[in-house]
């Protein structure tokens, strides 16, 4: 026997207009903030064009990503469906991030002893529109970020880019106060330093969904304490429990009954029991028989 629920719907697809109006927005500035840093020469405004291209690139990924997970699937080979796609995006979004930070740190390098000539003018507006531009951005997402890490991902991105819009603005304060450009080149680091640590911290969580580890809030020691606390329930085997995708927690198990055992009942409470304490609404669940040799516990 076994019990499941389809889904009508996920936390990337609800959420698909806030990232259609935040890369358009991230769109348009990015091409202004790259003409100013080549014009202007600021290492920290330059930094962070390459951390909005990152953003722009991320951003379409993520919008393909909910398109297509949302796609029906008409060949019935995607037994799945195409929900990863959104995982995947987010790993996009975490190299992105790392390789902006690396080129600030090889650019850093290759500026140390020279005295570059800033535009600091240019540097503070730009850093003040592209703030202003992020924090819109940021209240777009953030109503996605806690149930989507597609959403999350994107996030993050625009987050550590408002914080790289502060720091070219304190490079442009402190570049037209001293006259040092050396300034420009430490807040660049600092961004590029951030933002190394934000994609470490995101790539963690795709990798635990590509890992198929169990959600970071459930474990299935607890899960497998309870299915064998219900009455008629002699023993569980074969219990999986992973994350298909934001919002979607999945989980399979094998209950062994005991003879005088109503198989409806189990399966009704075990159901039960997963939807209601683990937010697990879709489970796979067989009801097998203690002397039953038909099902053989997998070596995996």
Known sequence: MSAGHSHTGHAGGRHRWRLAVSFGLILAFFVVELASAISSGSLA??????????????????????????RPDHTGSRSFGSYRAEVFAS?????????????VVVEAIGRIGDEPELASGTMLVVGVIGLIV?????????????????????????????????????????????????????????????????????????LRVLGQRSPIDTDPREIDRDLLAIAGVEGVHDLHVWTL??????????????????????????????????????ATIQVEYAKDASCHEADW
């Open 134 to 206: 992020n924090l819109v951005a940021l209240l777009l997402l953030r109503g996605g970020a806690s149930e989507s890490l597609n959403v999350k991902g994107a996030y993050l991105e625009v987050f550590a880019d408002a914080l790289g819009s502060i720091g070219v603005i304190v490079a442009g304060l402190l570049v037209r106060a001293t006259g040092d450009g050396v300034w420009d080149t430490v807040i660049a680091l600092g961004i590029g330093v951030f933002v190394a640590v934000r994609a470490t911290m995101l790539g963690r969580e795709v």
């Open 245 to 282: 995708t934001s919002g979607m927690d999945v989980a399979t198990a094998h209950l062994v009954a005991s003879r005088d055992a109503d198989p409806t009942a189990v399966l009704n409470a075990a159901r039960a029991l997963l939807r209601e304490t683990y937010s697990l609404a879709h």
């Open 45 to 70: 405004l330059l930094t962070d064009a390459g951390h909005m291209a990152a953003d722009v690139v991320a951003l379409g990924a993520a919008l393909v990503a909910t398109r297509v997970a949302t």
């Open 91 to 103: 790993g996009l979004a975490v190299l992105l991030m790392w390789g902006v930070s690396i080129y």
